[in-house]
């Protein structure tokens, strides 16, 4: 078995200058996230094509360098180049990558399965659990795509796409099945700024992604309301040993939800106005309905559709989750913000251990 290169190693490939040997990259969605980490791959020295689904905004891509919709004022690089045909992007692609809003994941990747490039990796960048059948994005992609799961992995971590688009150093986490294809994708999600580090635990580093957006609407909330900082560490704290238990109960690991896809994550997405699940439970917390919330913002908050389908697992297993099952009454109109506080730390009255 060949030896592979420890997790605290990053793999760095040639400058975008460097063309010879550079890997050609898919990535399908061109909002923020999906923008930012193809500019990611192209800064790592990968010839990159995204997928937008507007033709305008594959042109400006192309022909300005530019995605004005989603990252203002960000400068992208030459390698990146823009298309609205999946044929087209997808054609001779070495890897791909997937950054499209979780509910219609499937339906995008039906769009695909005929035309994907045989045997090469598939890649997710998304962060939710699908409604009605509580699938984590790497199952449906397995089920839609009939996959085997060692071609499949996931990027996570504390990611905010316009940070990252500014070249501000931050890590990741890229998980599989399989460890060679892990390596394989980190290899090329690398750069000066950018560093992944690799684990096969995809389990709790997508279950990490997504229940960390959950606890970030619950700061938004508080933070609306205008409650101050111990309020809000109380959550991110209490939201730690919620998402740990609903994860380890699935089978993830303990120590992947203390690493950069849990509380890595969770401190980056509760503590950041870039957020778009902080920006959401804040516009919840000012007295926003639901429906207010989705009309003013031009980019989906994840955490807002992850709820329900939760909650529903979590009482699969019979995981207490008192934070976010008030975050779902919130949504529902059945609490009040304000009232969010007295029931951060337990659904119980009696004292409880930590």
């Keep these: 078995m060949s030896e592979h290169p420890p997790l605290t190693e990053a793999v760095r490939l040639p400058s975008a200058a460097a063309r010879d ?16 980490f193809a500019k990611v791959l192209a800064d790592g020295g990968s010839d990159v094509v995204i997928w937008a689904r507007r033709r305008e905004v594959a042109h ?3 022909e300005t360098h530019r995605n ?59 962060k939710g659990v699908e409604r009605g059948t509580g699938l984590r994005m790497s199952e449906v992609i397995e089920q839609e795509l009939r996959l085997d799961p060692a071609r499949i992995a996931v990027v996570s971590g504390p990611n905010l796409a316009l940070e990252i688009a500014k070249r501000e150093p931050t890590a990741a986490v890229v998980a599989s099945a399989s460890r060679d294809t892990a390596v394989a994708v ?59 238990a609903f994860a380890v109960a699935f089978g993830a690991r303990p120590e992947t939800m203390i690493g950069l896809a ?14 778009r699940n902080n920006t959401a439970g804040r516009l919840l917390g000012q007295g926003y309905g639901f429906e207010q919330v989705i009309a003013q913002m031009n980019q989906t908050a994840e955490g807002l559709a992850s709820v329900g389908p939760v909650l529903e697992l979590a009482e699969s297993k019979g995981v207490a989750m008192p934070i976010v099952a008030q975050v779902g009454k919130v949504l529902e109109g059945t609490l009040d ?7 951060l730390a337990t659904d119980s009255d009696e004292p409880q251990a930590e």
């Design 21 to 36: 040997g550079a890997k050609r990259i898919a990535v399908l969605g061109a909002g923020s996230w999906g923008t930012t």
């Design 60 to 62: 400006e891509i192309t």
């Design 68 to 126: 004005s919709g989603y990252l203002p004022g960000i400068n992208l690089p030459a390698n990146l180049r823009g298309h609205d045909s999946l044929e087209h992007v997808l054609a001779g692609a070495e890897q791909v990558y997937l950054s499209v809003p979780s509910q219609s994941l499937r339906s995008n990747l039906a769009s695909i399965r005929d035309i994907l490039p045989a045997d090469v990796p598939v890649v997710s960048l998304m």
């Design 186 to 244: 980190a290899s090329v999600a690398s750069n000066d700024y950018f560093r992944s580090f690799v684990n096969t635990d995809v389990v709790g580093t997508e279950f990490g992604g997504v229940l960390k957006n959950l606890i970030a609407v619950a700061v938004g909330i508080a933070d609306g309301v205008g409650y101050g900082e111990n309020t809000k560490a109380s959550i991110i704290t209490r939201g730690l040993v919620e998402l740990s």
């Design 262 to 275: 849990g509380l890595g994550d969770l401190i980056a997405t509760c503590e950041s106005p870039l957020s």
């Design 337 to 343: 913000p304000r009232e969010l506080a007295p029931h």
